[in-house]
């Protein structure tokens, strides 16, 4: 961890924190979700600069340390997307492979679908290819109190998430979302309710981890995460034939509970994602859950190195 660099880089006309290790000449782009940060892939960074790439990691604008734009409820993934774009130039990478975790996925397929040629093949852990617009998630088909509809409610999660500390709405998130079961809450209820204070920390993520998130959530609060991803999420894209012809590589833990979402495992297991990844490989981790990653970071790091070193580039 200590050999990782930091540094502020201007995209875009705000500031990021970037975090970077290795020196190869093939640069590995990581890209996180929430409730995490840049701290989520220390495993996998490690273990690509081991392996000889370039490893970068950051926070997106708006998360942790890196600056809040002007008017963050106007924001899309779409911003995300010209940000990766502007990321790669800034460090002066022609092209880049693309890992993405949790909503990280989606600006990773989307960068690949519109600059396939800044991308050299793309690897995403826990989420498929989604199209950002009403059919993305089809919350109409889970009760009311599913997670993401209750988030997206402006104001709602700030409300709830206002009750505690940064430290343990990360804590609490991080718990009930290692579950395969997806957060519903009921009608008197808020997803902070869900957790149960005598649960511990999965036994993968430690107090000095949840610590380092907190910090850097306590910088940045829970703004602009509400809005990109959850209330941007059913934004209409205009991509509606949007296709990846980039190699790609899709890791899903077997208890992840995204596979409870509507129509998802068909979607993954039935192979109607490769209508629009076709040159997609699938690989399934019998015991892992949303965050596969961390739970078993050397299986996902031999995942993503075996799969980068066949890619030409």
């Given at each position: 961890?200590?050999?990782?660099?930091?540094?502020?880089?201007?995209?875009?006309?705000?500031?990021?924190?970037?975090?970077?290790?290795?020196?190869?000449?093939?640069?590995?782009?990581?890209?996180?979700?929430f409730?995490?940060?840049?701290?989520?892939?220390?495993?996998?960074?490690?273990?690509?600069?081991?392996?000889?790439?370039?490893?970068?990691a950051?926070?997106?604008?708006?998360?942790?340390?890196?600056?809040?734009?002007?008017?963050?409820?106007?924001?899309?993934?779409?911003?995300?997307?010209?940000?990766?774009?502007?990321?790669?130039?800034?460090?002066?990478?022609?092209k880049?492979?693309?890992?993405?975790?949790?909503?990280?996925?989606?600006?990773?397929?989307?960068?690949?679908?519109?600059?396939?040629?800044?991308?050299?093949?793309?690897?995403?852990?826990?989420?498929?290819?989604?199209?950002?617009?009403?059919?993305?998630?089809?919350?109409?088909?889970?009760?009311?109190?599913?997670?993401?509809?209750?988030?997206?409610?402006?104001?709602?999660?700030?409300?709830?998430?206002?009750?505690?500390?940064?430290?343990?709405?990360?804590?609490?998130?991080?718990?009930?979302?290692?579950?395969?079961?997806?957060?519903?809450?009921?009608?008197?209820?808020e997803?902070?309710?869900?957790?149960?204070?005598?649960?511990?920390?999965?036994?993968?993520?430690?107090?000095?981890?949840?610590?380092?998130?907190?910090?850097?959530?306590?910088?940045?609060?829970?703004?602009?995460?509400?809005?990109?991803?959850?209330?941007s999420?059913?934004?209409?894209?205009?991509?509606?034939?949007?296709?990846v012809?980039?190699?790609?590589?899709?890791?899903?833990?077997?208890?992840?509970?995204?596979?409870?979402?509507?129509?998802?495992?068909?979607?993954?297991?039935?192979?109607?994602?490769?209508?629009?990844?076709?040159?997609?490989?699938?690989?399934?981790?019998?015991?892992?859950i949303?965050?596969?990653?961390?739970?078993?970071?050397?299986?996902?790091?031999?995942?993503?190195?075996?799969?980068?070193?066949?890619?030409?580039?």
């Amino acid at each position: 961890m200590e050999k990782i660099q930091h540094s502020e880089v201007e995209v875009k006309g705000l500031k990021l924190h970037v975090a970077e290790v290795g020196t190869g000449s093939k640069a590995v782009l990581f890209l996180h979700g929430f409730p995490e940060i840049w701290y989520t892939w220390r495993h996998q960074m490690i273990g690509a600069a081991n392996a000889g790439y370039r490893a970068i990691a950051f926070d997106f604008r708006g998360y942790g340390l890196s600056e809040q734009p002007a008017e963050p409820e106007k924001e899309t993934m779409y911003d995300l997307i010209d940000e990766i774009v502007g990321l790669l130039d800034a460090l002066n990478i022609t092209k880049a492979f693309l890992v993405g975790k949790d909503f990280g996925a989606i600006p990773a397929y989307l960068t690949a679908a519109l600059h396939p040629e800044r991308v050299a093949a793309v690897i995403t852990l826990g989420v498929p290819f989604l199209l950002p617009g009403p059919s993305a998630v089809q919350n109409h088909l889970l009760p009311k109190g599913f997670y993401i509809t209750r988030w997206q409610e402006p104001g709602r999660a700030e409300a709830d998430f206002g009750r505690f500390p940064v430290k343990s709405v990360i804590r609490n998130i991080y718990t009930l979302f290692s579950k395969s079961e997806v957060p519903i809450a009921a009608d008197d209820q808020e997803i902070m309710d869900l957790f149960d204070p005598s649960t511990p920390l999965p036994p993968w993520f430690s107090e000095e981890d949840l610590s380092t998130y907190a910090s850097l959530y306590e910088k940045s609060g829970f703004r602009y995460a509400l809005q990109v991803p959850y209330r941007s999420l059913n934004v209409e894209t205009g991509l509606s034939d949007a296709k990846v012809t980039n190699p790609a590589l899709l890791i899903m833990g077997e208890k992840d509970y995204v596979f409870k979402f509507p129509g998802m495992d068909d979607y993954i297991r039935g192979g109607a994602v490769k209508n629009v990844v076709p040159d997609l490989e699938i690989t399934y981790i019998p015991e892992g859950i949303h965050f596969v990653h961390e739970q078993f970071p050397d299986k996902v790091n031999q995942l993503i190195i075996e799969f980068i070193d066949k890619q030409s580039i």
